[in-house]
């Protein structure tokens, strides 16, 4: 069972007002449902236009005293007052003012509903249906808890003083209208409470994942190049590519079995990561690939996963950095390191192996010769093929070493890689 870290700690929701403690958070989740919320408000407005013109054909059927005074109040100021809020919410006045349509909708429902059970005959029964206006605004305007309930109890308060002061009807009978209110009040109250905590518990939850699979992806980059990994992305499964054009380089430092055999692991290990730590920035630096340490040897490739038109070259000022930055890494035994490169350029292939375990990796021909270039190098030395040597013999200082038989190849013509374009070089 794994433990959550602190730094990893759930942010806090307020058990009272249902919103996130974290001020700037709150304002991101409000944020991220605003095109969601404003979609909710504008069906709201419109479900309320709908349903004060249907309310408009009740009462024709039962009010015969000021009629047309109640007809008013809900076909114009009613109707065309939720036209006129559905424009509010498209202006930039009230763009980032979500609540500000919700509270003018709902004071401006209660005003209409009680100037209309105020002025006309209208039946006892028809008091209930302010029932319908507190369910609009607890399930369908998207309001914070706390102002959800502050409208509630503002319109409730204001519907039920009008009826008070206005109508005559019995005290049984207005206690049970009021209870009904109140329960309904009651049971809106709790339902926005949920459905506020739910929300930001979901918004806490995918943040959460969207987190974790940053640091997935960040880990995976550190595995993968980023080519690859926005492959597997898109949902490619087995990743084999054809390479080309490819250059190869193989570093190998001297004389560490004996190294390893008299120092502690503690010291070795720091010495490795000291140096290989050197070789990542240089190998970053150059744009080109780093494939994988094993043991004390180190490979790099230029020309994957993609293409680059100066990946020879790139490999060939990496290798006389990596010699000289080498010297400047201390061992364990206090002599600085060295180092064998070897160089080889040509085509290979290259793919994901693995499935735990898993790694980029390249195979071929031109690794195994760069491979064994490595392997002849003498201590501080780049040996490279002739096919990097004919490629940058214009760029760089090249000495012929001559015909070398190496394991599996047979006999090849192998360079030392001495310098740069016209720095001169002691050949030793």
């Known amino acids: ?24 958070l ?28 249907m309310f408009a054909v009740l009462d024709y059927a039962v009010i015969s005293e000021n009629l047309t005074f109640a007809l008013v109040i809900r076909l114009v100021f009613g109707c065309l007052g939720a036209v006129g809020i559905y424009a509010l919410t498209r202006t930039s006045l009230f763009r980032r003012r979500i609540e500000a349509p919700a509270w003018i909708l709902l004071v401006s429902a209660t005003l209409n509903y ?37 409208m509630g109890v503002i319109s409730t308060f204001i519907f039920s003083v009008v009826m008070t002061v206005t109508r005559e009807i019995g005290t049984g009978e207005l206690l049970t209208i009021y209870s009904q209110y109140l329960v309904t009040l009651f049971a809106g109250a709790f339902t926005s409470y949920q459905v506020n905590r739910l929300r930001r518990q979901e918004f806490i939850g995918e943040r959460q994942i969207a987190e974790q699979r940053t640091k997935y992806l960040k880990l995976l980059t550190r595995i993968l190049p980023p080519v690859i990994v926005e492959r597997i ?34 010291e070795v290990v720091n010495f490795l990561n000291n140096l290989f730590g050197k070789f990542d920035d240089l190998t970053e630096r150059h744009g080109l690939e780093k494939i994988k340490t094993i043991g004390d040897s180190y490979m790099v490739a230029g020309g994957v996963p993609e293409p680059q038109s100066e990946h020879v070259a790139s490999a060939a000022r990496l290798a006389l950095e990596m010699v000289k930055s080498a010297g400047e890494c201390i061992g364990p035994d206090g002599r600085a390191a060295t180092i064998t490169v070897g160089l ?34 003498d201590p501080g030395c780049i040996v490279t093929s002739s096919a990097v040597r004919n490629a940058l013999e214009k760029q760089f200082v090249f000495h012929s070493i001559g015909m070398v038989p190496l394991k599996g190849k047979g006999d090849v013509e192998i360079w030392h890689l001495l310098a740069q374009g016209d720095e001169k070089a002691e050949i030793s």
């Open 1 to 24: 069972m794994t433990t959550r870290q602190p730094d990893e700690a759930v942010p806090a929701i307020d058990r009272y007002f249902a919103q996130l403690v974290d001020s700037e």
């Open 26 to 53: 709150e304002a991101q989740f409000r944020e991220s449902r605003f095109d969601y919320d404003l979609q909710r408000l504008r069906m709201a407005i419109l479900v309320g236009a709908l349903a004060l013109a």
């Open 114 to 150: 009680a100037a209309i059970n105020a002025y006309c005959d209208t039946p006892d029964e028809y008091l209930s249906g302010f029932i319908i206006i507190l369910m609009l605004l607890f399930f369908m305007l998207p309001l914070r808890f706390k102002a959800a309930v502050l």
């Open 233 to 266: 992305q898109h949902g490619e499964e087995r990743i084999a590519d054809n390479i080309p054009d490819a250059v190869v380089v193989f570093a190998d430092v001297v004389g560490f079995t004996q190294l390893s055999a008299n120092h502690s692991p503690d």
């Open 344 to 377: 080889h350029s040509g085509p290979l292939l290259a793919g994901v192996i693995g499935e735990t375990r898993f790694g980029y990796d390249i195979w071929g021909d031109t690794v195994n010769l760069a491979s064994r270039l490595q392997g002849s190098a």
